[in-house]
């Protein structure tokens, strides 16, 4: 008689010869909860006292066996990673524990390597690094519902600039970089201070919106000017790693 996962070893009946039982565990099996023998990893049936039917031993083997033992079940069980296993009942007493690669359709892995190519029909949740240091192709559309961050990002992006409304004097955030600063001064001027350092390569943009408005940035000093003075004005600020420039309507 052959069951699959109809019911755990410990309610296996009496005329029930074999069963496979399918399961998950985060823990090694724990020798004090039933009658445990857990064989090494270059051992087999025949070395466990009772094993061998022949050899004048008890009939079969009267404890549940796990395989492999330590390797598998606790050396390798860091944290809360899940370990699928197939009991296999050859008896009303006696179980087999095999571990398994895929659980209720689940698959389960510390390390892996694919020869072929993996097919993602449903959701893919990274949690760790995607590629270390290797090219990435996608051949669709890549929606990014958060914050892309990338050291450098070339090629052609369908992209929305974030843009912050400034009416009042303000210090630049190195946070910003990529933003258009779209200015509407409260007064009749407003001033952008430079951070003294930033990361190489962070920019940003400023519009002066408003008609006799401007916009200063006081401690400017590569660039043509410091001063958006005219309605629709626009300058490019940059770092190049020791300095901040500008580029535009500068005055």
């Not at 400023?206 to 958006?228: C, E, H, I, Q, S």
Request: negative net charge; charged residues 15%; hydrophobic residues 35%.
């Amino acid at each position: 008689m052959i069951s699959a996962n109809i019911s755990s070893v410990s309610s296996v009946t009496q005329n029930q010869f074999i069963s496979f039982v399918e399961g998950s565990a985060s823990d090694a099996p724990d020798p004090s909860a039933f009658p445990l023998h857990v064989l090494g990893v270059d051992s087999n049936l025949n070395s466990v006292d009772g094993g061998d039917a022949t050899d004048g031993f008890d009939p079969w083997v009267t404890d549940i066996l796990v395989y492999p033992s330590s390797e598998y079940w606790e050396t390798l069980l860091n944290g809360d990673r899940v370990r699928p296993f197939i009991d296999l009942s050859i008896s009303e007493y006696n179980t087999l524990r095999l571990p398994s690669a895929v659980h209720d359709y689940d698959l389960y892995a510390d390390k892996g390597t694919f020869y072929e190519d993996v097919n993602v029909n449903g959701t893919l949740t990274v949690s760790g690094t995607v590629f270390g240091g290797q090219e990435l192709s996608v051949p669709g559309n890549l929606n990014v519902g958060g914050t892309l961050t990338a050291e450098y990002l070339r090629g052609i992006a369908n992209t929305k600039v974030p843009i912050l409304i400034v009416t009042s004097d303000v210090t630049f955030d190195n946070a910003n970089t990529g933003y258009i600063y779209q200015c509407k001064p409260d007064g009749s001027n407003l001033n952008i201070t430079l951070p003294n350092i930033a990361d190489t390569g962070v920019t940003f943009t400023v519009n002066n919106t408003l008609a006799g408005k401007t916009v200063t940035f006081p401690n400017l000093v590569n660039a043509r000017g410091n001063v958006l003075g005219e309605q629709f004005s626009s300058a490019t600020l940059y770092w190049d790693g020791t300095a901040w420039y500008g580029i535009g309507d500068l005055v």
